[in-house]
């Protein structure tokens, strides 16, 4: 069964920019929303962020330093992150709508997740 992949995350210092990708590690026919989570140690996972193919919207987040991007033809998302902070420590899960071909019904994939730390 394809998964999704994400990729990208590491040790960061302060004020540092990050890229992260998920994409999925085999062929998938297309993608429907998708999004970002992190989960903090000791915290819940909490969403950074969805998109469509239309709009992207956010969670509690500095819409200033997160920004998501797609592309369909990969079948790919990205999270770009400017002037890291500590605060955002986490592991960063991809997950979103996916189908496998065009006969198949849509299903909820989870990522296993990318850490990112943010630390000098």
């Not at 994400?6 to 998938?28: D, K, N, R, T």
């Not at 998302?77 to 500590?86: A, E, T």
């Not at 065009?102 to 000098?120: F, H, K, L, P």
Request: a neutral charge; hydrophobic letters at 30%.
């Amino acid at each position: 069964q394809v998964q999704l992949v994400e990729s990208g995350g590491g040790l960061v210092q302060p004020g540092g920019s990050l890229s992260l990708s998920c994409a999925p590690s085999g062929y998938i026919w297309s993608i429907g929303q998708m999004g970002w989570y992190r989960q903090a140690p000791g915290k819940e996972r909490a969403l950074v962020g969805f998109t469509t193919r239309t709009e992207t919207n956010y969670g509690d987040v500095p819409k200033d330093r997160f920004t998501i991007t797609r592309d369909n033809a990969e079948k790919t998302i990205y999270l770009h992150i400017n002037n890291l902070k500590p605060e955002d420590t986490a592991i960063y899960y991809c997950n979103g709508m996916v189908w496998d071909t065009e006969m198949s019904s849509a299903r909820n994939v989870w990522g296993q997740g990318t850490q990112v730390t943010v630390s000098s």
